[in-house]
């Protein structure tokens, strides 16, 4: 091998600190060459050190004592902190702003829905909340009511009336009612024996 | 961790939780360490340690996971001492034994021990010394704390390449004064 590789090319390798391209280029040449790959070592080795090296205190340091000063230089200032930050605290939490916020977030949200939805769906909506709104009185409206009886047939809906009268000295031969809405009353005057059909039907 | 008695008049003020204690207690060293290696010496890195925990334990909605809780108050503890360095605009090494208390010599080791350990540090502190703030701190961050390189250069607010060129130009500088020291 003619060349050697760069100092910080090895340097950066031996940790995997290189592009792929550098890395594959690095790594093909220390695989041949003996005194980079002992470079590469060196770099590897510096780095176990420095961490093992690293994690030991400064000489002479007392560090139960420091650790025990720290602890409790670390509780003053947190119980400094606590002082000083409900005031701040509470000024986020209190308040009607964000009831405020919520609600109009929510306003906005529901118009733009409503705005979206296609024009079909918002008119059986409006349909059916009117219908919410008037149930009330729907279910209190009178259902038409036929009544057939010896004076004639009375139609009733709604606090309105029709009633065809059977006057004279005519009785009721036969009554019928229908489920479908209907009443008819056959009568025979007792004079002339004629016969009047009265038939009342609701049509709707 | 246990508490000396110089400390004992804080005691009335505890941390809320003991979630919290064990927090403090199993990061402190870890913490401490690598803001003292940035910084260079042990008062402001004490200072600087502090006032991370104090930050980190303000938000307690964050210690739910003590694992990614750990991982960032390290985030915490470097940008800390980042901001420090750049505030200060200074990096000062001090001499460690020319400290007074709390140094003081460590108990139940030989004295073969001791002078390794002592070996060791004397090395890695001039090692440290010798490379630039940036240089420094991109170092500890990808080697000691193993953080990815785009990390590093987020933290360090530059570009990941000029990341990588203060990661290999460290380990370079490192590499020949070790060797210096060997020869």
Known sequence: ?204 | MSEAPGSTRFDAVPLSSERETRFVSENMRRVFLLIYRIVGNVADAQDLAQEAFIKALQRRDQLKDLDKAAHWLSRIASNTAIDFLRRSGRVSFSDLEDLPEPFVSSPGESPEELVLRSEHRERLEAGLDILTVRERTALLLRDVEDMPAEDVAARLNCSKATVRSHIANARVKLRRHFERRKA
Request: charged fraction near 20%; proline fraction near 3%; charge should be neutral.
């Open chain 1, 1 to 204: 091998m003619s060349r050697h590789a760069r100092e910080i090319d090895l340097a950066l390798y031996a940790a995997g600190d290189m592009s792929l391209w550098n890395r594959i280029s690095v790594g093909l040449h220390t695989a041949n060459c003996e005194q980079c790959k002992a470079r590469v070592q060196a770099y590897r080795t510096d780095r176990e050190r420095l961490k093992q090296d690293a994690s030991e205190l400064p000489a002479g340091l007392n560090w139960e004592r420091l650790a025990a000063e720290m602890t409790a230089n670390i509780r003053v200032g947190l119980a400094a902190g606590e002082c000083v930050a409900p005031r701040g605290r509470k000024r986020v939490v209190a308040g009607w702003w964000p009831v405020a916020a919520v609600a109009g977030t929510v306003m906005m949200l529901s118009a733009a829905w409503w705005l979206n939805l296609p024009a079909s769906d918002t008119q059986s909506i409006s349909h059916a909340m009117r219908g919410l709104v008037h149930s009330r009185t729907v279910v209190a409206d009178e259902q038409p009511v036929i009544e057939a009886s010896s004076g004639g047939i009375k139609l009733s809906e709604n606090g309105s009336e029709l009633q065809v009268s059977q006057g004279g000295g005519a009785r009721p031969k036969a009554i019928s009612v229908s489920t479908e809405g209907s009443a008819s009353a056959r009568y025979i005057d007792s004079d002339t024996d004629q016969i009047t059909i009265t038939s009342v039907m609701n049509v709707q």
